[in-house]
């Protein structure tokens, strides 16, 4: 099951990625006429919705639902019905939203987050399905959440402590118990949209008068989970930053306590960004200081994998995985620089709105998620697969994806300087616009064709080099079965004492000289 989520993405990106070429192919030239505005708009709804819900979130779910039973000793996961429910809940509601599209009055023109007025204005049932697929998506997600945290909490084998358990499945561990609470809340403002949009004025009580939602009611929409899905990618960073740079996270006590505590306030920071969105109002002081204290996790968490690289200098292996996990750290590194420029710029130039903020938004989500994902996919394929992914096709896609996805957005960051809105279909040819517009289409079409090699690498590993148990030389309990694992994982567990046994094995061995 966890191996057919990650099958479910590839089917999303490919679609995500393909709207999204479109998109940059529209502008590419000043006033270009390749899409109408509402196609535009339905297209760039898509595009969010595919790649941060249908492809992110799931492909984390798919590598939990495989590893983490592997990662903690237990022969399987808690409760396997449900979650086969939770994937066939993930399958349909990605194919809900991709219908929608082709239903009367086309595809939500929203935005990914579906913010009101703009989803309660538009006519016909594109808007509908979009919500009920979106709605099917957390009912998914609510399930597997709560079926990885009896997962951890009542299957781990003898000796796998709280203190032993590997820092992705502590990621896992904390994005599920935020999930609990994140993932309803999403969808009972998925409730209310829908109902509003049936019966006009009877379920308005989270709206103002013009239609905007009420600043104390934010939080109930803005699908919040999948920020808090930023928790186990960058758990996932830190294993690979582990196996290839020969060198734990610094601290992985506090970074796992960094990670735990924003997932537990990814909430506030969607309140922020709406409420401050709001009629252009700036945020209260109050809830400033919140979102900059909801930061302050994830800002520690950075912090410990950059000193973990620094200390790893002269050591790192620099494979594909390696190369896709320091990507992360480097792009989330410029999302979190990046927001402090648009809170202390907020009263000199308001940059809200404009292409800086979807650049923003694309380095610190969905680039700091996609490069994580992809060192995830690369470094645990052949434990999932018994293949070997492509050496040299991997670390070029991974060179050529970095490259291409810094091009994409950084001169995003320019465009939205000079006033570029970020839901923009068209714009005028005034000064560098065009040259960055034209910049940023390369980048784009850079970042597909990494895409599509990482892909092909894929496809050539159902007939390539076969893995053995250990192809990295990891330390967590997951390399110390076969590559796939049998039906229950295990035949036999060594000794845990750590939360790296295999490495307490090898040092053993060699004190014995059996290694």
Request: aromatic share 12%; proline share 6%.
């Given at each position: 099951m966890g191996a057919l989520y990650l099958a479910w993405a590839g089917f999303f990106l490919l679609v995500g990625g393909f709207l999204t070429l479109l998109m940059r192919i529209q502008l590419t030239s000043p006033d270009a006429g390749f899409l109408g505005d509402s196609t535009y708009a339905g297209m760039r709804t898509m595009h969010g919705t595919m790649l941060v819900f249908f492809v992110f979130v799931p492909v984390l779910v798919g590598l939990a639902t495989f590893l983490v039973p592997l990662m903690i000793g237990a022969t399987g996961i808690a409760k396997p019905g449900l979650a086969s429910m939770s994937l066939w809940l993930f399958g349909f509601g990605g194919a809900t939203v991709v219908l929608s599209a082709f239903a009367k009055g086309g595809s939500s023109e929203a935005g990914w987050a579906g913010y009101p007025p703009a989803i309660l204005k538009q006519d016909g049932h594109g808007a509908d399905l979009w919500l009920i697929g979106l709605l099917l998506l957390s009912l998914s997600v609510l399930c597997s959440a709560a079926n990885l945290v009896a997962t951890i909490q009542f299957r781990r084998a003898e000796g796998m402590t709280w203190s032993t358990m590997p820092v992705f499945a502590w990621s896992v561990l904390a994005w599920g118990l935020a999930s609990l609470v994140l993932v309803p809340i999403a969808a009972v403002g998925l409730v209310l949209l829908l109902l509003e949009r049936r019966y006009p004025g009877s379920?308005?009580?989270?709206?103002?008068?013009?239609?905007?939602?009420?600043?104390?009611?934010?939080?109930?929409?803005?699908?919040?989970?999948?920020?808090?899905?930023?928790?186990?990618?960058?758990?996932?960073?830190?294993?690979?930053?582990?196996?290839?740079g020969g060198r734990?996270?610094?601290?992985?006590?506090?970074?796992?306590?960094?990670?735990?505590?924003?997932?537990?306030?990814?909430?506030?920071?969607?309140?922020?960004?709406?409420?401050?969105?709001?009629?252009?109002?700036?945020?209260?002081?109050?809830?400033?200081?919140?979102?900059?204290?909801?930061?302050?996790?994830?800002?520690?968490?950075?912090?410990?994998?950059?000193?973990?690289l620094w200390g790893a200098r002269g050591h790192i292996r620099w494979s594909a995985a390696m190369i896709f996990a320091v990507g992360a750290v480097v792009l989330l590194a410029v999302g979190l620089l990046s927001a402090l420029v648009l809170v202390f710029a907020a009263d000199s130039r308001d940059l809200r709105g404009t292409a800086f903020t979807s650049a923003h938004a694309h380095y610190l989500v969905w680039g700091t998620g996609l490069f994580a994902v992809l060192a995830g996919l690369t470094y645990w394929w052949p434990k999932i697969f018994g293949r070997l992914l492509d050496r040299r096709l991997t670390w070029f896609a991974a060179v050529l994806l970095f490259v291409g996805f810094n091009f994409t957005f950084f001169f995003e960051f320019f465009l939205g300087d000079n006033g570029q809105s970020a839901t923009a279909s068209s714009y005028s040819n005034h000064?560098?616009?065009?040259?960055?517009?034209?910049?940023?289409?390369?980048?784009?079409?850079a970042t597909g064709l990494a895409i599509v090699l990482f892909l092909v690498a894929?496809?050539?590993?159902?007939?390539?080099?076969?893995?053995?148990?250990?192809?990295?030389?990891?330390?967590?309990?997951?390399?110390?079965?076969?590559?796939?694992?049998?039906?229950?994982?295990?035949?036999?567990?060594?000794?845990?004492?750590?939360?790296?046994?295999?490495?307490?094995?090898?040092?053993?061995?060699k004190e014995r000289n059996a290694l």
């Open positions: 379920f308005d009580f989270f709206l103002t008068g013009n239609d905007t939602v009420k600043p104390w009611l934010t939080w109930l929409f803005g699908q919040s989970f999948a920020y808090a899905a930023l928790v186990p990618a960058l758990g996932i960073v830190a294993e690979v930053l582990a196996v290839f734990a996270v610094a601290n992985a006590r506090l970074f796992t306590r960094s990670l735990a505590a924003f997932a537990a306030l990814a909430f506030v920071l969607v309140l922020y960004h709406a409420y401050a969105g709001a009629e252009g109002k700036n945020p209260s002081i109050v809830l400033l200081v919140l979102a900059m204290v909801a930061t302050i996790p994830v800002v520690a968490a950075f912090g410990l994998l950059a000193a973990s000064g560098a616009d065009h040259a960055y517009n034209v910049i940023v289409t390369i980048g784009a079409f894929v496809a050539r590993s159902a007939k390539g080099r076969r893995a053995g148990n250990d192809p990295w030389q990891g330390e967590t309990l997951e390399w110390y079965t076969t590559s796939p694992p049998p039906p229950h994982n295990f035949g036999s567990l060594p000794t845990i004492a750590s939360a790296t046994p295999l490495g307490d094995l090898r040092r053993r061995l």
